[in-house]
């Protein structure tokens, strides 16, 4: 089931260590088979407040998205963006076609 990494970054400084992430972050995804779904598009605030931006990327499932989060490639730029920016990161699995709003109450 497809399992998404995402993130809301914020306070994001631009500065050559986040031109060295945004450049070398593909390469990591890509043994994963990892793909931008949404990468801080222009968006409409309809509650609340939204400071910064959303990323999410998809992955074949949970495991994939651990495994590249956790590979060697991916640690080794990590810090080039937690050094400039604040975020808060989760793994989340995509319901299937089916799933109704009701199917959380049987969990």
Request: net charge negative; glycine share 4%; proline share 6%.
């Amino acid at each position: 089931m497809t399992s998404f990494a995402v993130a809301h970054l914020r306070n994001v400084t631009i500065n050559p260590d986040i031109v060295a992430y945004l450049t070398a972050i593909d390469a990591t995804l890509a043994p994963f088979q990892g793909r931008f779904v949404v990468h801080g598009s222009s968006k409409d605030i309809l509650e609340g407040s939204w400071p910064g931006d959303l990323v999410i990327i998809a992955f074949p499932d949970r495991q994939t998205a651990r495994a590249w989060y956790t590979s060697p490639a991916y640690q080794a730029i990590l810090p080039l963006r937690t050094r400039n920016s604040e975020a808060d990161i989760i793994l989340v699995d995509c319901v299937d076609d089916n799933h109704q709003a009701i199917d959380i109450l049987k969990l």
